[in-house]
């Protein structure tokens, strides 16, 4: 029986639910860092318009059930849900046997307790497994963005050290292991099917991977940027981290270290520990080289007093955190409800720009895991209009995102309304994809970048509509 079972079921004989007993011990760490913090209370009203105690629903459970730290990795790793029994005992979900079998396929599920306790249906979509996740499709793929494509991994004397598609950065990816458990990830075929294999693990990231890295870096000076990924890469303890660290300072040319993770937002926020931040900040002031975040985020719900937390602790050292916001139907988009999609996405606007994040990227999502995020390119263009374009200027330019971006092998395509006057459409209704061709920017000239996306009847099955949105 699984840690979570077990609990579950001594919760049970108290009349206590999992959720309830998650959120009281979420309240217990709040006040804790609260006694720690004096300002902490300040900008946590500031960004969540209340109290931070207000913001967590949680039933006075004191001396009813025993104390857990739940700033604990540990206890979140081990209790989260992991199979289609634990859906259906802890979050009353129906048994079923599709999803069954994707699992028995070699599905890794993964919801960690955060995610539990926060509860939001679109959220956890982005969480449930889908029938079609080893259904192939042509507007599928499980490298979208071409990062192990031949030409893009590199190699030092047969070692991976990482893959490169544009000249001045590196992604330097040191896991396939993440507990996020995002169905969509664009790595999933490393991330989330169980035995995937992968091109190095952590501790060979510690040692020879980074060794042999800071050898290429120093032999191609046009790098600047080391963008640290995986997996997740934060599943990389802080004794793995210092050691990457004492290797990167002998790279001659590096000027940025990114942190590309789902800590902050995704489920497990309390890895953003002070002895980790304290250290990237030595690293910086002694290196030079500017340390920032990139958080994946999707929903205005991950905004948690447990998120934000991390975000002051690391705005408080002088971190960036850029956001990455891959944009995803039912989840974050909903392409029969425009009017629910804007207000998703004010939300996170406005939630980003009170708590001081940079809204970075929003993602049109890239087909991986399922059909069932596809988000229509045509009505993201008026979504992006709306957002960004409305003359009335609902939300100040600070706030807005920097790009909305197709993330493709051909590279990044940027998604403007402007779009619709270059690019032209066709319709493959026999193998069901619709494909785009795209101008995009190059050497002071154009090129034609394809992008093709499942076809979805009554949003991109006709094939006049470009014309009507030129009209419109």
């Known amino acids: 029986m699984s840690k979570i079972i077990q609990l579950r079921k001594r919760l049970k004989e108290k009349g206590i639910t999992v959720k309830d007993y998650f959120n009281y011990l979420r309240l217990q760490y709040l006040k804790q860092e609260l006694s720690k913090d004096p300002h902490l209370r300040v900008f946590l009203r500031k960004v969540l318009g209340k109290e931070p105690e207000e913001t967590i629903q949680a039933p006075n459970l004191e001396g009813i059930v025993g104390e857990v730290d739940w700033s ?34 070699g599905y890794l599920l993964s919801i960690t307790p955060l995610n539990i306790a926060i509860g939001d249906r679109d959220l956890l979509n982005k969480l449930f497994p889908k029938v079609d ?64 294999k992968f091109f190095t693990d952590l501790d060979k990231a510690t040692s020879i991977q980074t ?33 990457v660290l004492d290797r ?36 910086q002031n002694e290196t030079g080289i500017q340390i920032h975040f990139n958080a994946h985020l999707s929903h205005p719900s991950q905004f ?28 974050n988009i909903f392409p029969s409800d425009r009017e629910k999609t804007m207000q998703t996405l004010y939300q996170l606007t406005g939630l980003q720009g009170q708590s001081g994040i940079r809204p970075y990227k929003y993602i049109l999502h890239m087909n991986v895991g399922s059909l069932d995020y596809s988000v229509p390119l045509e009505f993201m263009l008026g979504t992006a209009g709306e957002l960004k374009y409305r003359t009335d200027h609902p939300w100040p330019e600070t706030w807005m995102p920097v790009s ?11 998604v403007s309304p402007q779009l619709v006057f270059g690019m032209s459409k066709s319709i493959n209704k026999q193998e069901g ?16 970048a394809t992008y093709r996306e499942p076809l979805m009847l009554g949003y991109n099955d006709d094939p006049n509509s470009l014309k009507k949105l030129k009209k419109d």
């Open 433 to 448: 994809y619709v494909e785009y061709k795209i101008p995009v920017p190059e050497n002071f000239g154009f090129r034609t």
């Open 304 to 331: 948690t007093t447990d998120a934000l937390i991390a975000i002051k602790k690391i705005r408080d050292r002088g971190f960036y955190i850029n956001t990455q916001i891959p944009l995803q139907r039912n989840v």
């Open 211 to 243: 060794e042999k890295l800071v050898e290429y870096l120093n032999e191609n000076e046009k790098i600047r940027t080391v963008i640290l990924s995986g997996g997740e890469p934060l599943l990389l303890d802080n004794n793995g981290m210092r050691k």
């Open 72 to 105: 604990d990795i540990g206890f979140h790793l081990s209790h989260r849900i992991t199979s289609v029994d634990e859906l259906v005992e802890i979050l009353c979900t129906v048994d079923d046997k599709d999803i069954r079998n994707v699992i028995e396929k």
């Open 248 to 283: 990167l300072r002998e790279a001659k040319h590096l000027a940025e270290f990114r942190i590309c993770t789902g800590r902050i937002f995704q489920g497990i926020p309390y890895r953003i520990d002070d002895e980790l931040l304290d250290m990237l900040k030595d690293f």
């Open 133 to 196: 996740f080893f259904v192939n499709h042509t507007a599928k793929s499980t490298d979208p963005y071409g990062v192990f494509s031949k030409g893009t991994i590199i190699e030092v004397g047969g070692v991976y050290v990482g893959s490169q598609k544009f000249p001045r950065s590196l992604l330097m990816n040191i896991t396939n292991m993440c507990d996020s458990g995002c169905v969509g990830c664009y790595k999933g075929k490393y991330t989330r099917v169980r035995g995937s």
């Open 404 to 414: 909305f971006s197709i993330l493709c092998k051909e590279g990044n395509i940027l």
